[in-house]
């Protein structure tokens, strides 16, 4: 991230944690700092259940809201393994919004 160092912050997390998902990183542009939605949301069709809640719960973040993104805790909960419920549960306690 040190080539983008007119990143804020919050938005240098962002891109910190979404690199761990390369598969999902590639919707978003770190140098115009913007996401494909629509990219995103067809791209989800060939994605497995817990790809598409984590695309969901960075588009949530991305967006700062849930409406119409549809990301549901109860859900990730469920299906999620323990990496990507402990990766939503730290930012659950230092959220940051880009």
Known sequence: MSQHPSLSGEQRK???MLKKYPKL???WSVKKREVDISG???GMDSMSEGEA???QFFLAIW???N???RFDFVRAAKVL???NRELISEWI???IWP
Do not use: C
Request: aromatic content about 12%; hydrophobic content about 40%.
């Open 14 to 16: 962002f891109f910190e």
């Open 25 to 27: 990183s590639e919707y």
């Open 40 to 42: 995103l949301e067809a």
């Open 53 to 55: 809640i984590m695309a």
């Open 63 to 65: 967006l700062k809201e």
């Open 67 to 69: 409406s119409g993104v």
């Open 81 to 83: 393994d323990k990496k």
């Open 93 to 95: 306690n230092d959220p």
